[in-house]
């Protein structure tokens, strides 16, 4: 089974907060595509407690960086 997906390649936020801020949009634009899932990639180790609390899953370790996944409920049109 093929899977639509959105991967998140550079995310930046001046003035912090930024899954808070923009998690909602980034899901709301890969649901309008379709997607079942967005996934970013990060050495930062500080996601392993952040990212679980908005929904992400770890899913595997690629080129020595963890792969975040945060799957979603797509709508039937």
């Known amino acids: ?3 639509e997906y959105i991967q998140v390649c550079v995310a930046s936020c001046h003035g912090g907060d930024a ?3 923009y998690l909602y949009h980034i899901i ?3 649901k309008c595509g ?8 990060t050495a930062r180790k500080g996601f392993n407690k952040v990212a ?6 770890r899913f595997c370790v690629r080129d020595s ?3 975040w ?7 039937k049109a």
């Not at 996944?69 to 709508?75: G, M, Q, W």
Request: aromatic fraction near 16%; include cysteine.
């Open 1 to 3: 089974m093929k899977h």
């Open 19 to 21: 899954i808070n801020r």
């Open 28 to 30: 709301r634009l890969a």
């Open 34 to 41: 379709r997607a079942s899932f967005i996934e970013f990639s």
């Open 52 to 57: 679980p609390a908005y929904g992400w899953r």
């Open 65 to 67: 960086l963890v792969v």
């Open 69 to 75: 996944r945060h799957f979603l409920e797509v709508c």
